[in-house]
């Protein structure tokens, strides 16, 4: 194939520079497009045109105005960002190549809100290309993006007989840009969905061609609302929100385990209250519910809800609950798996060529597989291992660099083979 | 005075014998009627006469009817207990002895669902007056009633001039007679209210004139309803009656406490569920809130009553609360207290007359106590102190028989002296 | 084979109308000798003799003693109840029939302490053999008994070649009779295990070669003993044992869920104190842990232990841990499997023999499977479905009698084929 | 008396525009010393000089750095503020007047770590003297120190007999300043004791000559600590701080009410966690425990650590309790009061001399208050009431300066009069 090493590390290096989280991948978005202007495909949607109307997890408009200048101040194209106002961030680009299947690839492109190591172990700090926006791609969705237009270009120079759609999603962290990019319309005559994540702790070499077990999640951030009273003179006019989200935290952990599968709870992160002699006024919870199947994921958070709710009701406060990001779940079509698992098997650099792999997380890219699934298509969700020295989410993540090409190689000459085959 | 220390002791013993707790003291009731009889009365009212329709804390009417059929064989006179069908026990007897004012005194005559001591050091055991009936008087009711009878003979026999009324209550130690007697018109021209409790940890000697300091207290009986589920198979079908109850307790502890003043709350009695593998489908809660004043009481019911329902709706079950008994804070008014104390001081016996005591318990006589005082009278609550080998409510409590004769002496004294001097 | 419709079904209504809980047996155990010395067997161990030391769930000696008597009454055969004192029950027997391989056959004999259906629909009513002892088979351990009666006599009659064991098993329902069976030493050398369920929600005429998904349990009686306190004058002087109870039963229920696989928690059955009005002393949760794996299940109740004493502690209180029942998981082996399977396909009245089945729940019988497999043996749990018009453990619960002859039936015929094939 | 109005109203505004926190009262104190240089006193004791060596509630070095820093860039003399380092603030100044009793006066110097109002409303902010340093002085410890200094210049040129100590205590706010002050040595001749307090919702005008019903009060700092662990993949990693945190705020809130009295609990400021997704590996509960009596105190904050403890060992985790402040409960004595209300009645603009009141809250006076009672001497906590528009601790709270001159007026006549007097 045709693209070179080098230019898959050099985007990459340039991608890393500049994480953006959530909503907020203006300059990448632009990158990404003055890309694929370069590569030439034959219909591009970016922002508003590549998405649904609901989006979840958007952060306030100060916040989005914050990034877009900066983005417009890291030299992005101005005609691009416009597109873009509002967070609409993210792009579908499509490649017609005369009869054959309708094939999907989605890559996911946000960074995460956290620091980057500085440490001169970690490769990025020592080599330059350490994060300058103060987030960081923790996920690898740097890599993710640059084997996207990899494929891109990879296809546009091979055999490939039929029409490709490359999905350039945003906000996977949040679990936010999933459900309205498979809403909007895109999707809907792709028959064959491939799905790509590096790293998830299987070493560079290995690939693995369908891995499934994700779990339907919702995230929530649940707010409690009292009344303040002084604690020692006081105390009865006091509606308690820390003592309300305290229950809730109880409760909500002890939601009732589902016969049909597993579920998960947690309360990642709590807190309440401005001194101690103040009986608390608010409180939050911000957390998770999850399930084996999008039913059991239902269930467990129908009784996180009335957790919430009756916390509420015991001391009486108020309690918002506003749904973040939610995801169902799915699994890799075996049909699929077999064509990937064949690609992988052919690349001289790849020593492993798994075939199943349980994911035991959730992702949003669910909504994706599910949509071309519920209209008879078939997904896969694959797995290039990549030796990575911190785990994902953590200041060291990095990936090797190596994989980026075993993973253009085999995703592309995946859809070679879909396009000759239609397994 | 003129009713012999003998006769007292006699009668004493001979309730003692047939204890019988709340709504049930069908045999005590017919033996008190019998003894007004003999003493000569001007009015009397039994049962339904007695009191008004709300009644809290009735047993079910198969418990009732045991009980009846029980005094029946121990001898009660028929058509005596005819008049208490459906358990409406107690008597209020009127005597008129010209001009003066319409003096109260009110003893209750119920006794505990316990076991009696069968120890020899326990004089009932010894002396063979030991309990018949499994119930107990443990706390004294039976030395109230032979006081009520032994005052209202010595006042047949004495100078007193005014209308005395004894009011025999039914029902205390649930908290559900108090109301009803207050509620039933015999109070209404009730100008001056005494009413009489023994032991309180005061000894043989000791009088106090007034005691005070009554928590007004709710007593409430919460069932939560859920479902059953197979806890190994279906843990999701069940809705937790146990959880439910067991958030409940917790909240119900954490209610805030008052700046007015005191509170209490307790889940004295809980319960729930039928076997290990089964998800509990039924829970209960018999508790209590009490407070120093009336709000402060409400104040905490009511946020116990929201933490049983915030409770259940946590974890999707029903609750139904029901109000078993209840009864307001009480003071005792200063010229009453005078007039008993001066009464105290004069008697041989009375080693120490003791102006003020606290209760920091709860007691239904203030539901009369109030029914005075909202009318512009007054009432006290006093004590008359008895050495008693074992705290009240437990298996060992007994009076000293030598505290019926100055608990006569001086409440008569008092009566006399209000109908002479009018506080 | 040789055993008569007539006989299996007589034998099961004379159990069924003797029913006797876990350790209770004496009735039962004393019957089923009878007949084994009828039928004729090579050894026979009875009582202690069957069972290792350690005994979980026994009850008290004035429950053993009062069953004891009863079975005397019942005209059960003293010399064999008197090597049953101590609530030593259950037995072991041995049948020698030459060459090939030692097989075990394990049925469980307890009843369960509730009371059976008086309606005329409910069959055992209908026909005369309801309950006389107050308990009831609602599990169809009459029938299992019955038939490791039948498949004993029917393997006497039959071609059998090896040694087979059947082992009448005490106190399953309370998982405690599993385990000092397989530790008794007869398990040592049996190299085949065949263990038997009726019912199961599976109808008449399905079998169901091999049960797995056994979830591994453990049952435990927590005793909290605190302080008790006037609850208006003393709060202070309480040492609150419900209070534990209940922060007890809400951190058991949010004990954290495992990667591995399901776990259950269960405080199925709790209680404490005495009155509205005090403090309460004691409480008490009678609950469970379970786990897909051994491993799972001990990591869920280290942390039910935690969230007891972590509760005791709170509360200033003390907690007695008492474990009362345990049970590994298992699953069944495919080899023997596939015999059971094949002897369940050629037999007339078998409409359906279902390979593999999950049992979602607790059995103890896994301690006897678990023995033999680690000794290198081949162990499988067989369902023998039958209508139940009831659920198991409830009221109405009876088997279709047409059951018994097809386990009799299936069962010898599967262990003549392992005395052949050795699988 | 000699100081003026204009003087003390100049003096307090300079203190107003310099607001420190606790324990960073550095450009404060080292302008009170200018001060009491200027007035001339017979011994000064100034930071580690004026304290014992237990202070609580200490910030960190950086911290203190910083404010030090600060008080050096407004033109503190370095001098004054070398002998403070390393946080040790405040001072004693002694007045020797010839024979006589040793009388004391407590004022206390810290200000909050809050914002001020800089609405036009506010007279800080419309005349100028709004805070420069970020804190602010919303609870009037700029009138308390203006006041000491103001009655020590009174003292000074009046008729008094005896020798005056003036306290000006630092970290009143985190009750960490009170002890250290007790116990540095200076308070173990003081015979008298006088504190101060402005405002307490008391208007101008009125003076309240002993307040008394302080709770006795512990501040607590816990944090607990856990382990990480994926909410998806592995639950059961995690040991979860904030699930503990949870159960410890449930239980703090249900420690038991005490019978001798008042009692509160208050969790007030909690937090924990990093992200939906991982099981809580650290959280905090800042709060605070109180009572009627220090033995209230210490019963209801000993059950507080217990629930702290239980919680911990429930999920896992540590938990370190950090106590930040306490002090004791105090009343104030009779004939103190009596000299107090003496000076009240007798002052012009004094409108009305109010006896007693009740604080309902907690100060760190009480510590100073009860070691010179323990020696048997006489202390009284004074109220000068004051117009504040916003309440204590808000952001538009001030005094109304006409109070200045009453405080001085009538501390400086009530401790002339002990001098004459010896109470």
């Not at 996207?148 to 490709?164: I, K, R």
């Not at 190689?409 to 397994?423: C, K, M, Q, T, Y």
């Amino acid at each position: 194939m045709s693209v070179s090493r080098e230019r898959l590390i050099e985007l990459r290096r340039e991608l890393h520079r500049h994480p953006e989280p959530a909503w907020r991948e203006f300059w990448t978005t632009a990158r990404i497009v003055e890309e694929l202007e370069r590569i030439g495909v034959d219909e591009l949607y970016v922002g508003r045109d590549a998405l649904a109307d609901e989006r979840l997890g958007v952060p306030d408009d100060d916040e989005m105005d914050e990034w877009l200048e900066r983005a417009r101040a890291a030299g992005a194209d101005p005609d691009i960002l416009e597109r873009m106002e509002g967070g609409w961030t993210g792009a579908v680009a499509v490649l017609e190549r005369g009869e054959g299947p309708t094939v999907g690839l989605r890559v996911d492109i946000d960074a995460l809100p956290r620091a980057e190591s500085a440490d001169d172990e970690h490769l990025p700090a020592r080599e330059g290309f350490r994060s300058e926006t103060g987030a960081m791609h923790a996920c690898g969705h740097d890599a993710h993006a640059t084997i996207g237009l990899g494929v891109l270009e990879a296809v546009t120079d091979g055999d490939f007989s039929g029409t490709l759609k490359v999905f350039f999603q945003p906000a996977e962290e949040v679990i936010g840009g999933g459900g309205p990019m498979a809403q909007s319309g895109h999707l809907d005559d792709v028959e064959y969905l491939l799905a790509v994540h590096v790293g998830l702790d299987y070493p560079t070499g290995e690939v693995v061609a369908g891995i499934g077990g994700f779990l339907a999640v919702t995230q929530f951030y649940a707010t409690f609302t009292g009344h303040p009273g002084h604690a020692g003179a006081r105390p009865e006019e006091g509606r308690n929100a820390v003592q309300a989200m305290a229950e809730a935290v109880q409760n909500i952990y002890a939601v009732p385990r589902h016969g049909d599968g597993a579920s998960r709870v947690n309360a990642g992160r709590v807190g309440g209250g401005t001194a101690t002699n103040i009986i608390p006024e608010e409180a939050f919870v911000h957390g998770e519910a999850r399930g084996e199947t999008t039913e059991i994921r239902d269930f467990t958070f129908d009784r996180v809800r009335k957790a919430l709710e009756g916390a509420a009701h015991t001391h009486d406060c108020e309690v918002d609950v506003e749904i973040e990001g939610n995801a169902p779940s799915a699994e890799s079509d075996e049909e699929l798996v077999d064509v990937v698992q064949d690609a992988a098997q052919t690349h001289p650099d790849v020593t492993r060529a798994t075939r199943r792999g349980e994911l035991g997380g959730s992702e949003d890219a669910t909504f994706l597989m599910q949509r071309v699934q519920d209209a008879g298509g078939l997904a896969t969700y694959v797995g290039i291992g990549t030796d990575h020295p911190g785990g994902h989410h953590t200041a060291t993540f990095d990936v090797d660099e190596d994989s980026l090409e075993i993973g253009v190689d085999v995703l592309s000459e995946a859809i070679e083979a879909i396009g000759r085959d239609r397994p």
